[in-house]
């Protein structure tokens, strides 16, 4: 059964930095493309990021775009969310999802697994 762990969420002022973790068990990482996504307080859930299968092509969102960096360790079935220059606005629940994908995406109906969400939380 493919599950995924998400870990790395907290809180942390307007600047700092945060690294999450989504961790695959059930299925080798190789097979799947990772999306992330996130879902503030009275929000949709909004994608934030992608990578592919390969690595090869990535997505970020405009609102996301410089500060975040996606990236995987297949070894590890592990793919890594690096936000930096971290905003009040960035708060929200973020969730990693993985789905059959020949490129990125960041359609929910496209991801068949979720995991349950890390909380970040950027105050002062």
Known sequence: ??????SGGGWVQPGGSLKLS???????????AIGW????P???????SCISKDARRTYYADSVKG????SRDNAKNTVYLQMNNLRPEDTAVY??????????????????????????TVSS
């Open 42 to 48: 009275g929000e949709e859930r909004e994608g934030v």
């Open 95 to 120: 969730y990693c999802a993985a789905g059959n994908l020949a490129v990125c995406s960041t359609w929910e109906p496209d991801f068949g697994a979720w995991g349950q969400g890390t909380q970040v």
């Open 67 to 70: 500060r975040f960096t996606i």
């Open 22 to 32: 989504c961790t695959v068990s059930g299925l080798t990482l190789d097979y799947v």
């Open 37 to 40: 996504f996130r879902q503030a």
């Open 1 to 6: 059964q493919l599950q995924l762990v998400e």
